[in-house]
């Protein structure tokens, strides 16, 4: 029963409707008492010679006045109970979302999207089970379980009850036994679906590279196998749930053997009428579903059990990144220091990122260079603050970053990462994500802003154009160039671009570029590129190799420099030359 407690905050978030439920569950386990009286008594006034039609129809009114009340207050605590438990659904549900929005990219590293999706769907659902389903079974098996065994012992015979109960032990210990097994087979299933979950969604994501790579029967035997350990893990689960109604089966068959027979020996002794003892097998009748939703709650209870402790373990979580009590909530802007002593990422034990230092004012732009690998894009994650664990400092406007709240430095960055991701819905609600007010014109001045306006204009519907899932219906640099919009048009105090430009031509690029240095001459930007021509136009560009500067200036200083960055840009110049400028896209 630990669970009902774990829920506590829930039931009494909503006691009167679960007081009410309750409560018209018991008026309902007393009404069923009715039924078997009157039977009982209708049978010895027949035996007797007794029954008189004036009689008969107050029996027949009795039972049909039950009858209505019994269904009308069915109905009601249906709504009451049965609301509540969807309503326990969209708070967990809700709760868990809003987690996951909190979590750091370290936390999604270490659950995968598939056992996410499993916690918010089948682990909900079962613990939803529990504050519906399982109320109802628990209060109305107790109310009437124990009603009519009051009402067998007081009304009818105290030692039938006794002697018809005694089988009742064994199936106590039987679902305690059962119970245990079924609720580590059942953890060990949601684990199974847990990764079906992630087999699917990782297949369906990757189902170029499969194809591509020749390896759709390797897929398809690997997500057989998936699905065969969930088959395997479920009939497990249900080869003990079958368990439970055989053996709560026998054990009633066992209480209807020693009511009859007894029953029948105190009708020849003469101290229990044959009505009374007919009365007695209808009581017996109404215990059958307590006894069998006895091992339902018990199922219901086990699942929902498992399912809470891993919502819990999730909901657990700590936030990488806080804020403060008296966070600032107002937008940054000005000028960009960062000095970063030494950041490691939580599962790593080496530092990748050591004496890393610049400043830029409001107006001017950052390039950051290097090598795959180098610390670029580690140090544009610590810029948007989502680790906050490092030796340093980073201001904004002269304010340490962590002394603004998270939703107002973060609205006041543009972020275009390497990956981009785009939404399946159309080109126009892409581009305004951000800011979904904004109206067709300025998205489209937006657009002719990254050079991706006439391609829209090529799309047989414009920009109500369906770009499909994570935009595979555009190509490398069209998604680039509407990551760079949904940045650009809520513009930003300080825009981030992370190799953004690396799928775009180089005419293209170069008047993305020019458009940028126009558009945003009062505002900040951070272009992190392999290429060195997205970064010849920035006020400062700092090369960074294994974590650390290892040079910085202009671009004519680097030159001069005569080190990587000039040794990278003469071959790439090269490069392109031989091209002939050719295109990426």
């Given at each position: 029963?630990?669970?009902?407690?774990?829920l506590?905050?829930?039931?009494?978030e909503?006691?009167?409707?679960?007081?009410?439920?309750?409560?018209?569950?018991?008026?309902?386990?007393?009404?069923?008492?009715?039924?078997?009286?009157?039977?009982?008594?209708?049978?010895?006034?027949?035996?007797?010679?007794s029954?008189?039609?004036?009689?008969?129809?107050?029996?027949i009114?009795?039972?049909?006045?039950?009858?209505?009340v019994?269904?009308?207050?069915?109905?009601?605590?249906r709504?009451?109970?049965?609301g509540?438990?969807?309503?326990?659904?969209?708070?967990l549900?809700?709760r868990?979302?809003?987690?996951l929005?909190?979590m750091?990219?370290?936390?999604?590293?270490?659950?995968?999207?598939?056992?996410?999706?499993?916690h918010?769907?089948?682990d909900?659902?079962?613990?939803?089970?529990?504050?519906?389903?399982?109320?109802?079974?628990l209060?109305?098996?107790?109310?009437?379980g124990?009603?009519?065994?009051?009402?067998?012992?007081?009304?009818?015979d105290?030692?039938?009850?006794?002697?018809?109960?005694?089988?009742?032990?064994i199936?106590?210990?039987?679902?305690?036994i059962?119970?245990?097994?079924?609720?580590?087979?059942?953890?060990?299933?949601?684990?199974?679906?847990?990764?079906?979950?992630?087999?699917?969604?990782?297949?369906?994501?990757?189902?170029?590279?499969?194809?591509?790579?020749?390896q759709?029967?390797?897929?398809?035997?690997?997500?057989?196998?998936?699905?065969?350990?969930?088959?395997r893990?479920?009939?497990?689960?249900?080869?003990?749930?079958?368990?439970f109604?055989?053996?709560?089966?026998?054990?009633?068959?066992?209480?209807?053997?020693?009511?009859?027979?007894?029953?029948?020996?105190?009708?020849?002794?003469?101290t229990?009428?044959?009505?009374?003892?007919?009365?007695?097998?209808n009581?017996?009748?109404?215990?059958?579903?307590?006894?069998?939703?006895?091992?339902?709650?018990y199922?219901?209870?086990?699942?929902?059990?498992?399912?809470?402790?891993?919502?819990?373990?999730?909901?657990?979580?700590?936030?990488?990144?806080?804020?403060?009590?008296?966070a600032?909530?107002?937008?940054?802007s000005?000028a960009?220091?960062?000095?970063?002593?030494?950041?490691?990422?939580?599962?790593?034990?080496?530092?990748?990122?050591?004496?890393?230092?610049?400043?830029i004012?409001?107006?001017?732009?950052?390039?950051?260079?290097?090598?795959?690998?180098?610390?670029?894009?580690?140090?544009?994650?610590?810029?948007?603050?989502?680790?906050?664990d490092?030796?340093?400092?980073?201001s904004?406007?002269?304010?340490?970053?962590?002394?603004?709240e998270?939703?107002?430095?973060?609205?006041?960055?543009?972020?275009?990462?390497?990956?981009?991701?785009?939404?399946?819905?159309?080109?126009?609600?892409?581009?305004?994500?951000g800011?979904?007010?904004k109206?067709?014109?300025?998205?489209?001045?937006?657009a002719?802003?990254?050079?991706?306006?006439?391609?829209?204009?090529?799309?047989?519907?414009?920009?109500?154009?369906?770009?499909?899932e994570?935009?595979?219906?555009?190509?490398?640099?069209?998604?680039?160039r509407?990551?760079?919009?949904?940045?650009?048009?809520?513009?930003?105090?300080?825009?981030?671009?992370?190799?953004?430009?690396?799928?775009v031509?180089?005419?293209?690029?170069?008047?993305?570029?020019?458009?940028?240095?126009?558009?945003?001459?009062?505002?900040?930007?951070i272009?992190?590129?392999?290429?060195?021509s997205s970064v010849e136009?920035?006020?400062?560009?700092?090369?960074?190799?294994?974590?650390?500067?290892?040079?910085?200036?202009?671009?004519?200083?680097?030159?001069?420099?005569?080190?990587?960055?000039a040794?990278?840009y003469?071959?790439?110049?090269?490069?392109?030359?031989?091209?002939?400028?050719?295109?990426?896209?």
């Amino acid at each position: 029963m630990k669970i009902f407690r774990d829920l506590g905050w829930f039931f009494k978030e909503r006691k009167m409707y679960y007081i009410f439920g309750v409560a018209i569950l018991f008026v309902i386990a007393l009404l069923q008492l009715v039924p078997p009286f009157v039977i009982g008594k209708v049978v010895d006034a027949i035996t007797a010679e007794s029954l008189t039609k004036e009689a008969l129809i107050k029996w027949i009114v009795i039972l049909s006045v039950v009858a209505v009340v019994t269904y009308l207050g069915r109905y009601v605590w249906r709504v009451l109970i049965f609301g509540s438990d969807n309503k326990l659904q969209r708070t967990l549900r809700l709760r868990l979302f809003e987690h996951l929005t909190k979590m750091s990219p370290f936390f999604f590293q270490r659950y995968r999207t598939g056992d996410l999706m499993a916690h918010a769907t089948n682990d909900i659902a079962a613990v939803q089970q529990v504050a519906g389903i399982g109320v109802l079974t628990l209060a109305d098996s107790v109310l009437t379980g124990s009603s009519v065994i009051l009402m067998m012992a007081i009304s009818i015979d105290w030692r039938l009850t006794i002697i018809a109960l005694l089988p009742m032990p064994i199936m106590v210990v039987g679902t305690s036994i059962l119970g245990k097994k079924l609720h580590e087979r059942f953890h060990s299933a949601q684990r199974s679906f847990s990764k079906l979950n992630d087999k699917t969604q990782e297949s369906i994501s990757g189902i170029k590279v499969t194809r591509t790579f020749g390896q759709e029967k390797e897929d398809i035997l690997d997500f057989s196998k998936q699905t065969s350990n969930v088959v395997r893990k479920n009939v497990a689960v249900a080869r003990v749930d079958a368990m439970f109604d055989p053996m709560i089966s026998i054990i009633v068959s066992i209480s209807f053997v020693l009511a009859i027979g007894f029953g029948s020996k105190f009708v020849v002794e003469g101290t229990l009428t044959i009505g009374q003892v007919i009365a007695f097998v209808n009581y017996l009748f109404l215990l059958i579903w307590p006894m069998l939703a006895f091992g339902f709650l018990y199922n219901i209870i086990q699942r929902g059990s498992a399912s809470y402790d891993r919502i819990t373990k999730l909901l657990q979580e700590k936030e990488d990144v806080v804020n403060h009590e008296n966070a600032l909530s107002t937008t940054p802007s000005g000028a960009l220091c960062a000095r970063i002593h030494q950041f490691t990422y939580p599962d790593e034990k080496e530092p990748v990122l050591q004496n890393v230092d610049f400043k830029i004012n409001a107006g001017e732009t950052l390039g950051i260079v290097g090598r795959t690998g180098a610390g670029k894009t580690t140090l544009l994650k610590l810029l948007l603050r989502e680790y906050d664990d490092y030796e340093g400092e980073i201001s904004f406007g002269g304010v340490k970053i962590q002394d603004y709240e998270t939703a107002s430095l973060r609205s006041a960055i543009g972020y275009v990462p390497q990956d981009q991701f785009l939404f399946s819905t159309t080109i126009l609600d892409n581009i305004r994500f951000g800011v979904p007010e904004k109206t067709l014109e300025e998205v489209v001045a937006t657009a002719q802003t990254v050079a991706v306006h006439e391609d829209i204009e090529g799309f047989p519907k414009g920009y109500q154009t369906i770009v499909g899932e994570r935009g595979v219906s555009l190509s490398g640099g069209q998604k680039q160039r509407l990551a760079i919009a949904r940045a650009l048009i809520m513009n930003p105090e300080l825009l981030i671009l992370d190799d953004a430009l690396s799928a775009v031509d180089a005419k293209t690029e170069e008047r993305i570029l020019e458009n940028l240095k126009t558009s945003r001459a009062e505002k900040t930007t951070i272009i992190s590129a392999h290429r060195l021509s997205s970064v010849e136009h920035a006020n400062l560009i700092i090369v960074v190799d294994k974590g650390q500067i290892v040079e910085r200036g202009t671009h004519q200083e680097l030159l001069v420099e005569n080190g990587w960055y000039a040794e990278m840009y003469r071959e790439q110049q090269l490069a392109e030359h031989l091209e002939g400028g050719g295109g990426r896209e």
